[in-house]
C-alpha cells in the first residue's frame, strides 16, 4: 500500500500517530506539506510565526531525507495539491492528524469529499479530544476548574506512540523546496531570534528534559519572575507539533515528578492549553467575537498613538515596556507579562482586546489561534474563565512585586540601566535626566475610567 502523510503543525516523527500508522500498514510512505491560502489566519500566518515554520520545516525535510523518507512540499490551495500529488503519486490512502480551529476542521471535511482514495485522521496534537470533555448536562465547559477536574478523572493520558519504522525509499517526486515557500519576513529577524531559539524536534525534546532536571520543581515558585529561566519555553514547539503534549506528560511521570506541586502546577498549564482547544472547538468565533455577547456593547477608544506606544514598549511603564521589547526582539513574551500588558492596554488603555490579540498574533513565534484567543478574552474579562472586571493590573506593584531589582526592565530598557532601584518601576520621579517617556496615561484616573466602563456592561 502506498499512503500520504498529510504533516501541518505536527512537524515530528515521535508520537505523530498519523505518521506511526501509515509506516505500519504501508510499504511505502510519502510525507506531504501545503503552504495553503486556506490557513492564513488558523495557525502559521504572522511573520514571528512563520519565521519559526520556516526553520521548522527545514529541519523537518533534514530528518526525512536522513531517514530515506520522501518529502513533497507544495503551495496551496490544498485540494488542487492534493489531487495533483494523489494522480502523481497513485497513492491508495492518504492520512493526518485533526485540528481543531473551525477553517481548519472544514477543509479537512471538503478534502474528504473530494478525494476518491481512502483517507484517515487521528487525534495527534492533543490529550484530550475537545468533544470528549464535557459537563454532566452534556454542554461544553467555560471554567477551566472544573474542566480539568473532568480530564484528570480520565486518568493518565495515553502514552506516546514510538517513533515509526519507517519504509525507506529513494524514489523522488517533484517538489518545492522550503525556501521557495517565503515564508521568512522581510525584516532582519533571523539573526536575533537564532539567538534565543532553535526550531525543531530535537532541541525542543533537549530543552524539555533541561526542564526537568533543573526547572520543574521549582515551577509554580519561579514561574512568575521574568528575570529568572522558570518556565519550560514549550510553546512554540507544541503549537507547531515538534513535540506533543501526551510526550511531554509521559516525561513527567517517568521521572517520578508527578506528585510536587510545581510539577502539579506545570501540568495544569498543559491543561490552560487543552481548556483552549475545547473552547475554539465549541465556540469557533471566539478568535474575533467576545463569548458573552454583551461586551459587543463596550465603548472602547480609537487611540493609533497610545497604541503604537504600547506595540513599541513606550508607555512610560517600564514593566509594560520591557514586556513589548521583549516580545518584539525575541518572538516571545513571559506569561506573567502577557497578563501585565494585556491588562494595560485593555484596562489603562481601553483599546479592545482584538487589537492586542492581532499584534500578538503577528510577533510571537507561539502565536496560537486557540491560546491567544483564550489568554486576551481572560484580560479582557469577556471570555470563559475570565478575570474579575474590576481587577486591573497596576503596572508599579507588578513590577515591584515580580521584577524587584528591576534586572529584566535594565535587560530590555537600556535608557533606565543608570537608574536607581528605588525609582526602577517609576523613573519619572527620580528627578533624572533620561530619554525614556513620562507615563502616557496615569493609572489611577485609567483604573477608574476601566471600572466605570466595564461596570456599565454588567449591569
Known sequence: MKTLVWIRND????????????????????????????????????????????????????????????FVIKNGPAKEALHDLINETKADKIVWNRRYE?????????????????????????????????TKAGKPFKVFTPYWKACLEKGNAPSPLRKPTIPRSTKRYKSLSVDDLKLLPKIHWDAKFYDIWEPGEDSAKTQFKKFLKSGIADYKTLRDFPAIEGTSRMSPHLHFGEISPRWIWDQVYQHNCGREEGVRCYLSEIGWREFAYHLLFHFPKTPTDPLYPKFKKLKWKKSPKNLKAWQQGMTGYPIVDAGMRQLWHTGWMHNRLRMIVGSFLVKDLLISWTEGARWFWDTLVDADLASNSLGWQWVGGCGADAAPFFRVFNPITQGEKFDPEGEFIKQWIPELKEVPQKWIHKPWESGLDLDYPAPIVEHAEARKRALAAFDKIKR
Not at 503552504?35 to 525535510?61: K, Q
Not at 481512502?118 to 496534537?125: L, M, V
Request: glycine content about 6%.
Open 11 to 70: 512537524l515530528r516523527f515521535s508520537d505523530n500517530p498519523a505518521l506511526y500508522h501509515a509506516c505500519k500498514e504501508s510499504d511505502h510512505v510519502i510525507a506531504l506539506f501545503i503552504w495553503s491560502p486556506e490557513d492564513e489566519g488558523n495557525w502559521a500566518s504572522g511573520s514571528a510565526s512563520r519565521w519559526w515554520l520556516h526553520h521548522s520545516l527545514t529541519g523537518f525535510a533534514k530528518k526525512c531525507h536522513a531517514a530515506k523518507l520522501p
Open 102 to 134: 473551525s477553517a481548519g476542521m472544514k477543509l479537512d471535511a471538503q478534502v474528504r469529499s473530494s478525494i476518491k482514495i481512502e483517507s484517515e485522521t487521528f487525534p495527534g496534537n492533543l490529550l484530550f479530544e475537545p468533544q470528549e470533555i464535557t
